[in-house]
């Protein structure tokens, strides 16, 4: 079994920065794809941003393009998201993902099996 833990979640103003990290435990952890999902309120949970088991490999969805960066650090067993020129429209509970999805299902929360209680982001116009 695998866990998930999310943090860095908070109230920020519009242009503002924010870091979610997300920590995992458990057997295999460290050999999954890590990936970040949101769900805004009334809306469908959407991709935001995968990364390989090794970090050499990272995948954005549009909206995060530019702005926001997926890490992770393998030693901590740790994935991090740097959020940064939050836009209002960028609030939303942000969930971390890990599974052994194929790269072409990285967007994909199917392709995922374990997933975080997820942490709340708000940006303030």
């Known amino acids: 079994q695998v866990q998930l833990v999310e943090s860095g979640g908070g109230l920020v103003q519009a242009g503002g920065s924010l870091r979610l990290s997300c920590a995992a435990s458990g057997r295999s952890s460290s050999t999954y794809t890590m990936a970040w999902f949101r769900q805004a309120p009334g809306k469908e949970r959407e991709f935001v941003a995968a990364i390989s088991w090794s970090g050499g490999n990272t995948y954005y969805a549009d909206s995060a393009k530019g702005r926001f960066t997926i890490s992770r650090d393998s030693g901590k067993n740790t994935v991090y998201l740097q959020m940064n020129s939050l836009k209002p429209e960028d609030t939303a509970a942000y969930y971390c993902?890990?599974?052994?999805?194929?790269?072409?299902?990285?967007?994909?929360?199917?392709?995922?099996?374990?997933w975080g209680q997820g942490t709340q982001v708000t940006v303030s116009s």
């Open positions: 993902a890990a599974g052994e999805a194929r790269r072409n299902s990285w967007s994909f929360a199917y392709g995922y099996d374990h």
